[in-house]
């Protein structure tokens, strides 16, 4: 302690009110690191604040010399852009505002600067200063107040200080009012609010509410009984504002949603918290306590105001609910819950399987063309994406796009999981997805196989030669082998099933937004050409599919273009999807012969095909769910209490996780499932 109280005195010596301006605040920014200390313990820090004020006082000269210096600073720094903007975007704009973010973790703050603004996050730059500023004690802000930044005191301290306080709370105050203002009446939140609220102009009003509160402050004081009524006015008026941007989600949530009308709305509630701060400094009785508190909260408000991935994460919760709100209503589709349900996916992945196999084998014929790597994932890609779209035409399956529309409607049932005999019901659930799951891979690779070997033979008797030769049959063989990278490229072709979906909601969501099917069912040009009827009919079908048509179009894309574009770049990636794996597997098995089921190679292979099924359905289904999480606001899940309920299940009653039997001990008709009459 001694040795710090040494370097206190050191640093006492140095103070020059009559420095040039980078050198007072580099003389601030050094008292506040040696208040920080090791930056462990808060208390510590607040008996350093103590030790500070008890040097002071027995320095009256000192203390004069203080006062010159904090007199400069108050004329020098402008403390409104710290109190009413810290944290906000200087345009309410999501896209200026990452890229402000991104260039301020490149380009360093200097402390030659009259914006508070900007030197605070020198001065307090992280959460312990918003801990040790929390811990102040009364009687030590006390001290604080008299002693440094006091009106009166034996050794002169300026005497303008709660004046300029008040000024600048007053300015901020105005300020941040004007923008409240500006953004509730800028077009793109005003054309959203309810048309109840927008009668009520509450952000019309707003301004003048407030010069009522300013004269009476600046005329009869801030504790004075028309100051106190003009602030509950205020206040209330504020409430009025919140509750008329909150009606903007509501719309938002039917036509679509805006990241950067989130991200506007965002700042507005954050504002209005912000005034409601700055109001409670200019109403209180315990000014310096209010300050503390006040600095405390902006100190966390700096450090966020600094993060990439709080704005990221803020800003667009809204959208990913939107997402998975519409993948939730789809993924409904593909869990089954009965043995007609079962055989249902069975037959529907049997049919996708078999498109599944002239896609296979197309790809084989792509490949011998010999094309450049662009030119063949494109190609690649377009067979993909044709074979999807027909897929779903039909109204057939694919198993692999399951789990990212699946996981979605799993995450939503865990907002109850608390309530009585919700654990059961969710495992049950889970459940049905699983064996949902195994029909659907089933059907797939139990139709693409023997459909690849009979169009394979189909073109030898042809006579138009192999499908693949024995060299590239052999290669194909070894490349799925289960010990080589085929697990991870499984995985990593799990992702792009999870992109798929989340691009088609995206998508979805930009269509609906710009009411584009409104457009196709009205405009003149449309109905010219298509007539009345056709086009209203066109507006509906294209709101209701156009998020499968992404999908399914930007999934095969995706398949072909990703492993050429990543091989540019020198980092290598196929493609492994379990369907096509097997197709190609049944290819290589067809050329080489009866005598391959004596091969270890092909049963490392087929090891290889059963793992990357795994690797693709536990892949895109987990990247889903969370983001579910996420976008569902789901927190505090006991997972090993929902692990241990699915063991039990699994000891129980295995047979239940891959065929259509009774699930015991649910209630209900929906839950009572066999392949037949009970």
């Given at each position: 302690m001694a040795t710090s109280q040494l370097a206190l005195i050191d640093l006492l010596r140095t103070l020059d009110p009559e420095a040039p301006l980078a050198e007072r605040h580099l003389w601030l920014m050094r008292l506040l690191d040696w208040v920080r200390g090791e930056g462990i313990d808060p208390e510590a820090a607040v008996a350093r604040v103590r030790v500070l004020l008890d040097a002071a006082e027995v320095r009256p000269e000192w203390l004069r010399q203080w006062h010159r210096w904090w007199a400069e600073f108050l004329t020098t720094v402008d403390a409104t852009p710290l109190l009413a903007d810290l944290g906000f975007a200087p345009r309410n704009a999501f896209v200026s505002e990452l890229t402000g973010r991104v260039w301020r973790k490149v380009l360093l703050p200097t402390p030659e600067t009259t914006d508070l603004g900007e030197l605070f996050p020198l001065l307090l730059p992280g959460e312990f200063d918003a801990r040790w500023l929390r811990?102040?004690?009364?009687?030590?802000?006390?001290?604080?107040?008299?002693?440094?930044?006091?009106?009166?005191?034996?050794?002169?301290?300026?005497?303008?200080?709660?004046?300029?306080?008040?000024?600048?709370?007053?300015?901020?105050l105005a300020y941040a009012i004007s923008q409240i203002s500006a953004v509730g009446q800028s077009p793109d939140v005003r054309t959203r609010m309810a048309a109840e609220t927008q009668r009520q102009r509450p952000f019309v009003d707003l301004p003048i509410v407030f010069e009522a509160l300013r004269q009476a402050v600046l005329t009869q004081g801030r504790q004075s009984a028309p100051a106190l009524v003009a602030l509950g006015h205020l206040r209330e008026q504020l409430d009025a504002c919140r509750a008329a941007a909150s009606t903007v989600y509501a719309h938002l949530q039917e036509h679509g949603i805006s990241v950067h009308i989130e991200f506007q709305l965002r700042q507005l509630r954050q504002r209005i918290l912000r005034v409601k701060a700055l109001l409670l400094c200019l109403e209180t009785d315990a000014p310096a306590q209010a300050t503390a508190q006040l600095l405390s909260h902006l100190v966390r408000v700096g450090r966020d105001s600094r993060s990439v991935r709080a704005l990221l994460a803020s800003s667009t919760e809204l959208l990913a609910a939107k997402v998975t709100e519409r993948n939730a209503e789809t993924g409904e589709h593909y869990i089954t819950r009965d043995g007609r349900e079962y055989l249902h996916m069975l037959g529907a992945a049997s049919g996708g399987g078999a498109v599944l196999a002239v896609t296979t084998c197309t790809k084989l014929l792509i490949v011998a063309l010999g094309l450049s790597a662009f030119w063949g994932g494109l190609a690649a890609g377009l067979n993909y994406a044709a074979s999807f779209v027909v897929i779903m035409l039909l109204h057939w399956t694919v198993a692999t796009k399951q789990p990212a529309m699946t996981a979605p409607a799993m995450a939503a049932r865990l907002k109850g999981i608390d309530s009585p005999g919700a654990e059961e019901h969710f495992v049950t659930e889970v459940v049905y997805l699983l064996r949902s799951q195994f029909a659907a891979i089933t059907g797939n690779v139990g139709v693409v196989i023997p459909g690849v070997v009979a169009l394979a033979a189909v073109i030898d008797a042809l006579g138009w030669g192999p499908l693949v030769d024995r060299r590239h049959a052999?290669?194909?063989?070894?490349?799925?082998?289960?010990?080589?990278?085929?697990?991870?490229?499984?995985?990593?072709?799990?992702?792009?099933?999870?992109?798929?979906?989340?691009?088609?909601?995206?998508?979805?969501?930009?269509?609906?937004?710009?009411?584009?099917?409104?457009?196709?069912?009205?405009?003149?040009?449309?109905?010219?050409?298509?007539?009345?009827?056709?086009?209203?009919?066109?507006?509906?079908?294209?709101?209701?599919?156009?998020?499968?048509?992404?999908?399914?179009?930007?999934?095969?894309?995706?398949?072909?273009?990703?492993?050429?574009?990543?091989?540019?770049?020198?980092?290598?990636?196929?493609?492994?999807?379990?369907?096509?794996?097997?197709?190609?597997?049944?290819?290589?098995?067809?050329?080489?012969?009866?005598?391959?089921?004596?091969?270890?190679?092909?049963?490392?292979?087929?090891?290889?095909?059963?793992?990357?099924?795994?690797?693709?359905?536990?892949?895109?289904?987990?990247?889903?769910?969370?983001?579910?999480?996420?976008?569902?606001?789901?927190?505090?899940?006991?997972r090993r209490r929902l692990y241990t309920a699915l063991g039990r299940r699994l000891l129980r009653q295995p047979l239940s996780f891959v065929l259509p039997v009774r699930v015991r001990g649910q209630a209900g008709a929906a839950d009572r499932v066999s392949m037949g009459p009970p």
């Open positions: 811990a102040l004690d009364p009687a030590t802000l006390e001290r604080l107040r008299r002693v440094l930044f006091g009106t009166e005191s034996s050794t002169g301290s300026p005497a303008g200080a709660p004046a300029y306080a008040l000024r600048t709370l007053l300015d901020a052999q290669h194909l063989l070894a490349e799925h082998h289960l010990l080589g990278p085929t697990a991870l490229f499984a995985a990593a072709t799990g992702g792009l099933l999870f992109a798929s979906s989340v691009i088609a909601g995206w998508v979805e969501n930009w269509f609906v937004f710009h009411r584009l099917d409104s457009v196709i069912a009205h405009h003149p040009r449309f109905t010219r050409r298509l007539g009345p009827e056709r086009a209203r009919r066109w507006g509906a079908y294209w709101r209701q599919h156009v998020s499968s048509w992404t999908a399914n179009i930007s999934l095969g894309l995706m398949l072909g273009l990703v492993p050429p574009v990543l091989g540019f770049f020198g980092l290598p990636f196929e493609v492994r999807h379990v369907t096509l794996v097997a197709g190609q597997v049944a290819a290589a098995s067809h050329q080489l012969g009866a005598q391959v089921l004596h091969s270890p190679a092909l049963w490392w292979a087929a090891a290889g095909i059963a793992i990357t099924g795994l690797m693709n359905l536990a892949c895109s289904f987990y990247l889903a769910f969370r983001l579910a999480l996420a976008a569902h606001n789901v927190t505090g899940v006991d």
